[in-house]
Every structure is written in structure tokens, then in C-alpha cells.
């Protein structure tokens, strides 16, 4: 099992000051640096949040894989084309990074679906879709044709930290990830899952790929406060 980052939290905080920091690209390498298996990117097709040259100077400058979500967009896909990603996962319209929305419902798009990543198949590119850990997803996804499934453990991920005792939600998870690797998919996971909750997922041996954000930002930030100041106090109480 790999982990990767979802670089989209960091640019929101670029982007709320609408400046150049943190800078991305700088934040991406750092993840690459401390080990981190993978960068995931959102990316709607607008620049709304990271944008297209985000993408391209970090396809250029890093060594790990970049698993890119996108919107059902031709300017989304165009981008998939050019960049050939590790792996590509179409989202639902306007989900944005966040996934409370829940997964694409492929059951009631499988040509849609299929016509959309038939380019990207054409051309090499192992595309997939983001879901709800259902059997019927899967099957589903398999007959749209796709290479790789990412599955939505936000249920999962609330309600064991409403109760971390309950593992019905995690066995769906669990299942649905075997299931998916069955019928030959990559499995990649996303979607709330903490350090309390990675003891769990860990333990599900289909799957290649955890994606985090929110809690490893959360983290560092936390982690690296006392830091800062400390470093900004210093230079402030120097006299020379």
C-alpha cells in the first residue's frame, strides 16, 4: 500500500490570499521528499483551484507518480491526455476536492462514462473513476471499460470517528476493494481517512494506493506552529 497527497488542500491556502504561497510546486517536492508514494490533484477543467502549469511543472519536477481527478470536461481530459498521469479518475461535476457529494454513479452513466475515457484508454492512460464502495458500482465501472477504480471511504471515515467500534461500513469497504481487484482493477482509497483510521485501512491488501489531504495538512500544521513562530520571534528580537 502507497500513500498519496492530495496537493489541492495546499492550494487552497495559496489561493485564498491569491499570492504565490505555499508554493505548490515547493510543497509537492517536499511530499515527494518525505516519502510520500504519489501526488493526487483535482482539477475541474477551469484552474479554479490548481491549475493546468500546477500540473506541468510538477509532472516535470517530480519523480513519483501524479494520479490526477477530473471533471467529465474536454478540458479536463485534454489535460489527462497531455500530462499521461499515473492514473486518472473521473469525478462527479462540480465535487471539487471535497467528496461529500459521494462518487460518480456509473450504473446510470456506463456509455457516458465509456465514451468520455475511451481517448484516454486509446492512448495508454490506465482511467478509471471515483465511487461508493458498492458491488454494483464496480461491476458497473468494469463494463464502462475502465482500469482502476478510487473508492469513497467518507462514510467509513465518519462514522469511526463516531464510533471506531463499528466495522459494518469498513467491511463494505473492505469487500468492495477485494471485489474490485478480482475482476484485475487497481484500487486506489480516499476520503477522511486519519492516522487513527489508516490502522484499519492498512490492513486491506488490494489496495494500491491511499490517498490523504486534509489529515496530514492538519498535521503539519500543528506540528510545524510552535516552529514558526519561534523562528519569526527570533528574527524579530534580533538586534543586528
Known sequence: MKLGININYIANLRNAMGGSEPDLLKSARLCEIAGAQGIAIYYDG????????????????????????????????????ELKPEMVFVVPENMGYQDSKGGYNV??????????????????????????????????????????????????????????????????LKEAAVFARTMNLDVTISGGINYKSIELVKTIPTVKFVNMGHSIITKAIF??????????????????
Open 46 to 81: 477551469k484552474d479554479a483551484n490548481v491549475t493546468k502549469s500546477d500540473i506541468m511543472y510538477m509532472k516535470r519536477a517530480l519523480k513519483i507518480p501524479i494520479m490526477l481527478m477530473i471533471e467529465m470536461n474536454e478540458n479536463a481530459r485534454d489535460l489527462a491526455l
Open 107 to 172: 450504473e446510470k452513466n456506463i456509455d457516458k462514462l465509456n465514451d468520455f475515457i475511451v481517448p484516454m484508454l486509446y492512448n495508454g492512460i490506465k482511467a478509471g473513476v471515483f465511487i461508493e464502495p458498492k458491488l454494483s458500482q464496480i461491476q458497473a465501472a468494469y463494463k464502462a471499460g475502465v482500469k482502476c477504480v478510487e473508492l469513497n471511504a467518507r462514510k467509513f471515515s465518519e462514522s469511526f470517528a463516531q464510533n471506531p467500534m463499528d466495522k459494518a461500513l469498513f467491511i463494505e
Open 223 to 240: 506540528d510545524g506552529l510552535t516552529s514558526a513562530i519561534k523562528q519569526m520571534l527570533e528574527i524579530m528580537n534580533n538586534k543586528d
